[in-house]
């Protein structure tokens, strides 16, 4: 089963910055996109970013220019830099792996993190 947990959530100002990070387990044969939604109050979960296996960004329109994803494939991780960060930021980021746990898998699967609180202050 593959585990997903990230870090970095916090209370940060406007304008500030926050790093998130998001790291799957060792049980994990292939990782396919890497990624990063968020769910503000009341609100659908919505993609901020994402990556691909081959280094692919695609962004938000509302994050564009601000935030930057990464992904470090020896180590199972995803980052999202988050600078400039504005008060409707704010919301819980969920983390988001396409991946297989082994290889006698077909397909890739979905698996989420549990979420981390960002909030920012104006």
């Known amino acids: 089963q593959v585990q997903v947990e990230e870090s970095g959530g916090g209370l940060v100002q406007a304008g500030g910055s926050l790093r998130l990070s998001c790291a799957a387990s060792?049980?994990?044969?292939?990782?396919?996109?890497m990624g990063w939604f968020r769910q503000a109050p009341g609100k659908q979960r919505d993609l901020v970013a994402i990556?691909?296996?081959?280094?692919?960004?695609n962004y938000a329109d509302s994050v564009k220019g601000r935030f930057t994803i990464s992904r470090d494939n020896a180590k199972n991780t995803v980052y999202v830099q988050m600078n400039s960060l504005k008060p409707e930021d704010t919301g819980v980021y969920y983390c988001?792996?396409?991946?297989?746990?082994?290889?006698?898998?077909?397909?890739?699967?979905?698996?989420w993190g549990q979420g981390t609180q960002v909030t920012v202050s104006s």
């Open positions: 988001y792996f396409n991946a297989k746990s082994s290889s006698w898998e077909v397909r890739y699967r979905d698996y």
């Open positions: 990556i691909s296996s081959g280094g692919s960004t």
């Open positions: 060792e049980s994990i044969f292939s990782i396919n996109a």
